[in-house]
């Protein structure tokens, strides 16, 4: 059977998973990127409920293609709502995809913001 790079990328993602756990203190910064938007997404996986999220299909956003620079928009959006949420160190979850291009841009733009992980 032939794999698919879609079942390629979820096996990395439940690799990574084994070991990223979000909680109240430090929750999961999970980041999703398809070919046109990208989101991301502050997880409590105690609770199991999304504490803050971005992406780039928000208004402002959402006519710009996915680059570089609209990725990490995204990540300086989150970090801004982080920040009012209380929250200021996460883990990473870069979900199975490639620490490179856009999404070391987010994960770039969130540190800038203030995130430390």
Known sequence: ?????AAARARRHVRVRKKVRGTPDRP???????NRYIYAQLIDDT?????VAASSQERGLRDR???VETAAEVGRLLAERAKEAGVSSVVFD?????????I??????????GLEF
């Open 94 to 102: 870069r979900g199975g995809f490639k620490y490179h291009g856009r």
């Open 47 to 51: 609770k199991g409920h999304t504490i």
């Open 1 to 5: 059977m032939k794999a698919t790079r």
């Open 28 to 34: 999961r910064l999970a980041v999703f990127r398809s």
């Open 65 to 67: 293609r996915l680059t």
């Open 104 to 113: 070391k841009a987010l994960a770039d733009a969130v540190r800038e913001a």
